[in-house]
């Protein structure tokens, strides 16, 4: 089992930043990958980020490309998002998810554990 603690949410003008993180409940140097995810309102959750195992290689939406940045810090056990350039169209619920094995994944269906979300609202 793997708990997954979310911080960083709250609400920001656009063109505004904040920084999500998870810690999660493994040993450090655990295989397990991780993503980040979000639902808006009557909106199916969608990928965002994800992030391999270790590290290596990273995925994301095209709609955040070049705005947000996923990183871990395997030490903390601990992933990060960075949202930079926030638009409106950002605002939703964002969660956290994870699954032991390596690679990262955008689609909800890889992950097995999942944080409680922490909501982002940016205003125009």
């Known amino acids: 089992q793997v708990q997954l603690v979310e911080s960083g949410g709250g609400s920001v003008q656009a063109g505004g930043s904040l920084r999500l993180s998870c810690a999660a409940s493994v040993y450090s140097g655990s295989t397990i990958r991780m993503g980040w995810f979000r639902q808006a309102p009557g909106k199916e959750r969608e990928g965002v980020a994800a992030i391999t195992s270790g590290g290596g290689r990273t995925v994301y939406v095209d709609s955040v490309k070049g705005r947000f940045t996923i990183f871990q810090d395997n030490a903390k056990n601990t992933v990060y998002l960075q949202m930079n350039t926030l638009k409106p169209e950002d605002t939703a619920m964002y969660y956290c998810?994870?699954?032991w094995g390596l690679g990262g994944s955008l689609s909800p269906s890889a992950y097995k554990y999942w944080g409680q979300g922490t909501q982002v609202t940016v205003s125009s």
């Open positions: 998810a994870a699954d």
